[in-house]
């Protein structure tokens, strides 16, 4: 519980470390951890996708250049004092596969959790973002337990962050069996209603029928208290605390339904007791402008700003 209010607020380098081919990328540039570090939040969400930097044969070593590149990412958060999340992001041929690529999850985790080994605690590892396809939940539920294991047996004392299949969304977390074990954070991403936060998004088929789509009122408010609490209430009835890794609307929405969006998300999860981290920082959902070095105001403001709603919430230590 201390780590998840630890967690307490975030955003995601989305986009950097686990680009696309053709798709928006983030230089991981150290200003924009000092940027982060200085607007107040606590984490860094790192997205990589090590599937597209490691040997397909055994042993399935990790590029070292990019293994370099990753451990730049961890540092520079630690040294600032923030905290970080480093997942596997994009495996969809494990999805795809599981049985086949279950070997090479586990042997990439274990040279993972060596590598940080005796890192600070403020480095979390997240065992795979967004589970789907063929990695139904009771599929997912035995490769997580294999791939916990293999972090262990490395890294014993590692807090591990982990997510339900079906894409990590809240209804899937039922789902979700959780090794009876401490040191454990359960996480789900926060997109609905998809048709607002994904309107115009070229990699969702039909999006562009979404555009025009604004957010608020009592009903959108409501749909989201009781989404949260349910999120809530299941990490509650398993003693495990619960970290939104995603939230964020595209940028193809009219930015004040964004910012009324993510300030009542936030709002919401806070007074939840639950942490979270903004997708993104940079790129196509971006809080900040890298091409003006400016954080989008209503974003920042309805992130890091005076919370409308948490008042009387222990959050943060
Ligand atoms: C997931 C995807 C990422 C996408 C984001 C919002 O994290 O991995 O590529 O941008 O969700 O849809």
Redesign the pocket.
Known sequence: METNRGLGRGI?F??AL?A?DG?PELPLAERWFDEVAAAGFDTIRL?VRWSAHAGSRPPYAIDPAFFRRVDAGVHAALDRGLRVVVDV??YAELCAAPDEHLPRFLALWRQIAARYAGHSGRLCFELL??PRDRLTASRWNAVLAAALAAVRDADPGRTVIVGPAG?NSPGALRALAVPEEGNLIATV?Y?APFEF??QG?G??EGAHRWLGHTWGGAADEAAVRDDLAEVAAWGRERGLPVFIG?F?A?SAADMASRARWTAFVRAEAERLGLSWAY??FG???GAYDPVCAKWREPLRQALLGEPALAAGSDFRR
């Open positions: 995601n989305g986009n686990d696309l798709g997205p992001h994009h973002n967004e894409m991403h997109y936060t994904h998004a990699w969702v995603e964020g595209f997708w993104e790129t196509d959902f």
